[in-house]
C-alpha cells in the first residue's frame, strides 16, 4: 500500500507555524498590556495622592513655591497618564488586530486539515479498490488455473 502524502502538507505547517507565532506575539501583547495598566493604576494613585497632598498645602500654610511646585509635579503626573493611557489604547488595538490576524490563520489551517483529511480518505479508498481489484484479478487466476486443471484431469 502507498504511503499518503498531502501535496499541501508544506503550506500546512507553514500555518502552523505562522499561527503559533502570532500566537506567542498576541501573548506578548497581552503581557504588556498588564504592566501598562498597573502602571496607570500607580499612575493614578500618585495623581491622587499628590492632589491630597496639595489640598493640605493649601489648607495649612500659604507656601507658593511649594503649591507651584505640587502643581507642576501634579501636571507632570498627568501628562505621563495620558501618555500611558494611549500606549494602552495603542497595544489594545495592536492586540486586537493580532488577534484577528490569528483568527484568519487558525481558519485558514482548519481548511487546510479537512483538506488534507478528505484527501487522505480519498487515498484509502482508492487503496482500498486497488486491493479488491487485485484480490479479485489474484481469484479470478487461481479460478482459471483450477478450471483448466480440471479439464486436463477430466
Same mark, same amino acid.
Given at each position: 500500500?502507498?504511503?499518503? *502524502?498531502?501535496?499541501?502538507?508544506?503550506?500546512?505547517? #507553514?500555518?502552523?507555524?505562522?499561527?503559533? /507565532?502570532?500566537?506567542?506575539?498576541?501573548?506578548?501583547?497581552?503581557?504588556?498590556?498588564?504592566?501598562?495598566? #498597573? $502602571?496607570?493604576?500607580?499612575?493614578?494613585?500618585?495623581?491622587?495622592?499628590?492632589?491630597?497632598?496639595?489640598?493640605?498645602?493649601?489648607?495649612?500654610?500659604?507656601?507658593?513655591?511649594?503649591?507651584?511646585?505640587?502643581?507642576?509635579?501634579?501636571?507632570?503626573?498627568?501628562?505621563?497618564?495620558?501618555?500611558?493611557?494611549?500606549?494602552?489604547?495603542?497595544?489594545?488595538?495592536?492586540? /486586537?488586530?493580532?488577534? /484577528?490576524?490569528?483568527?484568519?490563520? #487558525?481558519?485558514?489551517? *482548519? #481548511?487546510?486539515?479537512?483538506?488534507?483529511?478528505?484527501?487522505?480518505?480519498?487515498?484509502?479508498?482508492?487503496?482500498?479498490? *486497488?486491493?479488491?481489484?487485485?484480490?479479485?484479478?489474484?481469484?479470478?487466476?487461481? /479460478?482459471?488455473?483450477? $478450471?483448466?486443471?480440471?479439464?486436463?484431469?477430466?
Amino acid at each position: 500500500m502507498r504511503r499518503f *502524502k498531502f501535496s499541501l502538507a508544506p503550506v500546512l505547517s #507553514a500555518k502552523r507555524r505562522s499561527e503559533d /507565532a502570532i500566537r506567542a506575539q498576541a501573548a506578548r501583547l497581552s503581557r504588556e498590556i498588564r504592566v501598562e495598566e #498597573a $502602571r496607570l493604576r500607580e499612575m493614578r494613585d500618585c495623581v491622587s495622592s499628590a492632589r491630597r497632598d496639595l489640598a493640605g498645602i493649601q489648607a495649612s500654610t500659604v507656601n507658593t513655591d511649594m503649591i507651584l511646585k505640587h502643581l507642576a509635579y501634579i501636571s507632570r503626573l498627568g501628562g505621563e497618564l495620558m501618555n500611558r493611557r494611549r500606549r494602552l489604547e495603542e497595544l489594545s488595538q495592536e492586540r /486586537a488586530a493580532m488577534l /484577528a490576524r490569528l483568527l484568519q490563520v #487558525a481558519k485558514e489551517r *482548519k #481548511a487546510l486539515e479537512r483538506l488534507e483529511g478528505r484527501e487522505k480518505a480519498g487515498h484509502q479508498a482508492e487503496e482500498a479498490r *486497488k486491493e479488491i481489484k487485485e484480490l479479485d484479478d489474484m481469484g479470478a487466476v487461481s /479460478a482459471a488455473r483450477r $478450471r483448466a486443471a480440471g479439464e486436463v484431469e477430466g
